[in-house]
């Protein structure tokens, strides 16, 4: 089954406790992004990946950090947590230049 | 930057009603995506607009491409218990741009 997914799908930390967010997806799609999702914002793009080891800022990169050593992975990842960083997120994947984005069923997160 | 915006932002239908939905782009918009995302889940690829103005329908579905590319519009007709959720447009400003732009969504209420 065309899949993405996310771990954990709930995770509550502490500030300043470095934590990763997993991310996967079984269709070889070469493009993947992290979104986060906040009430009334909608989804705001943090990072995404053109391919391996090609990675770029989206809109709201403060406090994050991406990698991308293999096609399948792109993890997500919070070197110092704080509150304003909590929030739902979305890993997403797609195929370049086409349109259809496959999404993960979300991590929320909670940084208190 | 660009920035994609939706109206209304919630929007409470009586069962059996029609409401139409609109999203607006500060700049030209290459192609445009309409995704679905029910309460508690994660958001869902509807269909893609490319064309300037492109009509596509799905079922009691209707998305429509403005003329200028700049504008959309989901109008559902007949709304069911099942149309619950929240609606987002998600635009590209060219073909080789890769960053998806989100409007914030219209989350829909319906009334039996």
């Known amino acids: 089954e065309a899949q993405v997914t996310q771990n954990p799908r709930y995770l509550i930390t502490v500030t300043g406790k470095k934590l990763t967010v997993t991310c996967s997806q079984n269709m070889n799609h070469e493009y993947m992004s992290w979104y986060r999702q906040d009430p009334g914002l909608g989804l705001r793009q943090i990072y995404y990946s053109m391919n391996v080891e090609v990675t770029d800022k989206g809109d709201v990169p403060e406090g994050y950090k991406v990698s991308r050593k293999e096609k399948r992975n792109f993890p997500l990842i919070l070197e110092s947590p704080s509150p304003n960083q909590t929030s739902l997120y979305f890993c997403a994947s797609s195929f370049l230049g086409q349109g259809t984005a496959f999404f993960g069923q979300g991590t929320r997160l909670t940084v208190v | 930057g660009q920035q994609v915006m939706q109206i209304p932002q919630y929007q409470h239908v009586q069962e059996g009603e029609d409401f139409t939905t609109y999203c607006n782009s500060s700049?030209?918009?290459?192609?445009i995506q309409w995704y679905k995302q029910r309460p508690g889940g994660h958001p869902v690829f509807l269909i893609q607009l490319v064309k300037s103005g492109e009509v596509k329908k799905q079922k009691r579905l209707t998305f429509q491409f403005g003329e200028a590319k700049k504008n959309s519009s989901l109008h559902i007709t007949a709304t069911q218990t099942t149309d619950v959720g929240t609606y987002f447009c998600?635009?590209?400003?060219?073909?080789?741009?890769?960053?998806?732009?989100f409007g914030a969504g219209t989350t829909v209420t319906v009334r039996a």
């Open positions: 700049t030209t918009l290459s192609n």
């Open positions: 998600a635009g590209r400003a060219s073909r080789n741009d890769y960053k998806l732009s």
